[in-house]
Structures are given as C-alpha cells and as structure tokens.
C-alpha cells in the first residue's frame, strides 16, 4: 500500500499506529490562539473566518479553532479519524465541517476560498514527489491575501527518502511555497513545542497575493 492511497492510513488508523497522533491540541496552536498570534481573527460582528485543515486525522486543532471562533474545514481521505471527530463536533454543536476526501482534488470540491489553512503533519505525510502539487493546492484554497500557517515537523537535512514521516527541509518547504504564490512572513522555531518535538519544528506563515 501507498501513502498516497486512504488504504494505507486506514490500516494505520485501525491497527492503532498512530505515532504522530499527540492526543491533544497542539500546543504551539494552543499558545498562538492564547497570544493572538494568528494571522487572522474571528471578530463578534463579522462572519467567523474559515479555516482548512488538511489532512487533520482526529481533528485536536480543528476543534480547538472551532472553540476559538472559526469555521472549519477539516479534511482527511481516512474515514476513521473523522468518525471520532464528527461525534466530537456535534456534542459541542462546533461550526466544524468534516470532508472526507483526498486533498489533491479538493479545489474541485470546495467553491469558497478559505481565510486560512492550517498544516501539521501532512506535508511530512504525502509522497514527497508531490510536494509542489501539495502546495498549488493549498493556494489555490485561499483566497487573495489568505494565510498558510504551517508548523513543519519533521525537520531534517536527511533527503525525504522514507516516511511517513517524510523528513523535511525548511528551504524546500520556502522554496516551493514560493513557486505556488505564497510569501513567507514570518518564522519562528517555536518554544511550546510538544517536549518530544522541540526544535524539530517549524512555524512559518505565507501569505498568498492579493491581486490574484
Ligand atoms: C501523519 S497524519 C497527521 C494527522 C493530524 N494532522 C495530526 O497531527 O494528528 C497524516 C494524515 O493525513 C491524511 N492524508 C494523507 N494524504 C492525504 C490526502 N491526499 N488527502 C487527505 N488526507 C490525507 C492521512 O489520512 C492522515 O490522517
């Protein structure tokens, strides 16, 4: 099986092999939402802003934004996960929409670009071969002036040669963010990273252009 079909990361799911999983909110979210760090914020008069989450498994932090003010779109090809989190969502009636599809072909499915795309743990996960598809996606998700906020983890200077987790290369993630039509505009090697991946981890967030 391949990384690149839901197959794969269903028998993970059902076999519990879920090693990436923290079983909680992630930690540098949590302590971003505290500070306000986000680079886009729901206001009480204003239309919640959205919010994809893609790739987001059992969903910690698309609840976690969804507690916050936000709309979701949390995205996963695994329906497994996403059972736990629909039950999730509608015992706390969060505005939380759960996709279960294959995000390469989401531009297709979602008509309304998104404020914001959140990223943890899927860039490491696909197949490194599409990670400049990976990021066309992503942009093509956001509308004129929305923001990728991406925490990159696994940081390596090995080549992404095995995986999941496929280890990752900041330079490259700039790289080819750039190419799709993303800017970088800020960076932060984050200290309330989880213990077990403090300085492995990357915060970066790309705004895409205004003018499309
Ligand atoms: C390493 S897990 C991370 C899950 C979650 N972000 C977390 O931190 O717990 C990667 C997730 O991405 C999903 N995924 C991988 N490729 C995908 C694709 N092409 N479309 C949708 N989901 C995908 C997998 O099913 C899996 O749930």
Same mark, same amino acid.
């Given at each position: 099986?391949?990384? *690149?079909? @839901?197959?794969? #990361? *269903?028998?993970?799911y059902r076999s519990g092999q879920t090693g990436w999983d923290l079983g909680a909110e992630t930690p540098v979210f949590q302590a971003l939402l505290h500070q306000g760090g986000f680079p886009v914020h729901p206001h009480p008069e204003q239309e919640p802003p959205t919010v994809i989450v893609p790739g987001c498994g059992y969903g910690h932090d698309a609840i976690l934004l969804a507690r916050a003010g936000y709309r979701v779109i949390a995205v996963d090809f695994a329906p497994e996960p996403l059972h736990v989190l629909r039950q999730r969502a509608a015992a706390e009636k969060l505005p939380v929409e759960v996709l279960c599809e294959d995000l =390469?072909?989401? @531009?297709?499915?979602?008509?309304?670009p998104a404020d914001m795309v959140l990223e943890y743990t899927c860039y490491c996960a696909i197949d490194p071969q599409r990670r400049p598809e990976y990021f066309r996606v992503l942009c093509r998700l956001?509308? @004129? +002036? +929305? #923001?990728?906020v991406g925490l990159f983890f696994p940081l390596s200077t090995e080549p &992404?040669? *095995? +995986? &999941? &987790? =496929? &280890?990752?290369?900041?330079?490259?993630v700039v790289a080819l963010a750039t190419q799709a039509g993303l800017r970088l505009q800020s960076r932060q090697l984050p200290l309330t990273s989880h213990p077990a991946r403090l300085g492995r981890e990357v915060l970066l967030m790309f705004q895409k252009a205004e003018c499309d």
């Open positions: 099986m391949h990384v *690149s079909e @839901p197959a794969y #990361w *269903s028998e993970r =390469f072909r989401l @531009p297709e499915r979602l008509t309304e956001l509308r @004129p +002036g +929305g #923001w990728l &992404p040669v *095995s +995986g &999941p &987790p =496929f &280890p990752v290369q900041e330079a490259e």
